[in-house]
């Protein structure tokens, strides 16, 4: 048997469930919500744009209505409370939990004859049929419409050793790494999507599970045991307990892209930091149900949060929620790959970071391409982080941005962004003119010709100080204590020969 196969679990709806009578006083009779929908409501619940093969016949994206009731009541109000409430039920006796994901497809032979599908991807068959029986008695079914199928093949984390070469220095964004400690240099392969700064310090943000014991990797184990006897070690422990859970490595290492396959240490992942305090979240660098960390870069030079597509290098400054149509994937930072995203909500379950919300990204995912950012070049943002993949079918998941940057930020509030701006100086009369390209216009006071490169670069640094200390709400009389070190126009963040690197917003 291969690897990957569809299951033919498609529930047929008995006849005599096809309508349902309630008794309230009156005879009435309900149509399931798809019945309910006209012919040209049901033509528009399907996508037309891309199908793909299942079983022996196609499946597209949904699309219109029946996207709608999906992901604003189906979905978020039906099967994902299901599975979080029964998920001790289902994994009963397993040392390890499978991946597993599910979704909505329209399916059919035909795209004006496709009918809403619930789709639950997994490659465990003990497990799969536990979870379907679950499906088959909620109302999606009866109530909705929807058919029922299960689709066996992996859903891997993306986390493992990749044939993908580190490119030159066009950024942090997309930057290969191998997880490592002071000894070993392991064959997990993760990305850097790009960079934060919190406190004057930068961070590399990516995933948490690449730095997770292999205990939590894609590999599941073939042993179930469908007693009915409850387990007393379930992986469902580890969310209950995120603070006691140890990373295997903490170090991220990248090889020479010269191909001497030489490593370099990027940063590593701090347990505690000076002026780090946090003594609501520990660990407070990392996140496993959020599935997050922050790697500390010890490069001294500001990451550039920048991605070179066809139309030219974008600067990301921000983070927005996620949008259907064309996205890059930035698995590297010159080489970003073009994808299209759905806008149909998914759930994913993985051992480490329990049940999450995701979305679908046309694309086929490759070892290491976790962590890596999916960027609205239009909107010049971050949609979201790619956390795991399904080969069989060439669909990236990814967690929405929003999640991962307000998880980080409810820990370190001064987390922002690190733009990277241009000077460009103008000469008008006696003063230049300095202009922040995407920011606001300085004037030198002094007569350009009387001050040296380094007063004018040291008057622009403290103005960029004196903006710094208004977004955070300093004043000089609250400065006692402070550790000035971590100023900008100490730290050179806003000044590098020519360059503000890191201008608030």
Known sequence: MSDTMAVSTMIEPPLNNVKHSYTTGLQATCETFWQGLTLE?????????????????????????????????????ILKPLFLGNGEAIFKRRRKQPHYIITCWMVGKERQSAHPSVVFICDDAKFSEKALKLVRKSEVHGRWGFRVYGYRTKIASNRGGSDRKAEGNGGICGTLFNVGDESNVYDYSATIGGAVVINGVYFGVTVSHAFLDAHYGDQTDGSDDDSDES??????DILEHEESIKLRATQAFATDSTGSNQTRLLGDIPETMPGFENGRTQPAFWSIEADWALIRLIDSASPKNSVSTEDGEIVLSKYSVWAEGRVWAAVGPLKPVPAIASQTLCGLST??????????????????????????????????????????????????????????????????????????????????????????????????????????RLRIARWATRRWMRKVGLRPSTMKGVDKSLLPEQQGLYLDPGVVTSKPN
């Open 351 to 456: 051992p480490y970071s329990g049940f999450r919300d995701v979305f679908a990204l046309r694309m086929k995912p490759e070892p290491g391409d976790c962590g890596a950012w999916v960027v609205n070049a239009d909107e010049k943002s971050v949609v979201g982080s790619i956390v795991a993949g399904c080969s069989a079918q060439d669909i990236t998941y990814v967690a929405p941005a929003t999640e991962i940057f307000e998880g980080i930020k409810s820990r370190f509030t001064s987390m922002q962004f690190p733009p990277v701006h241009q000077l460009s100086p103008q000469k008008v009369g006696s003063f230049e003119l300095w202009r922040l390209l995407g920011g606001d216009l300085i004037k030198v006071t002094r007569p350009a010709r009387s001050m040296t490169e380094e007063e004018r």
């Open 231 to 236: 387990s007393s070690d379930t992986d469902l």
């Open 41 to 77: 409501e049901k033509n528009a619940s399907t996508n037309p744009e891309y199908s793909r093969s299942f079983n022996d016949e196609h499946a597209w994206d949904p699309a219109g209505p029946v996207q709608d009731a999906w992901n604003k009541t189906i979905y978020p109000n």
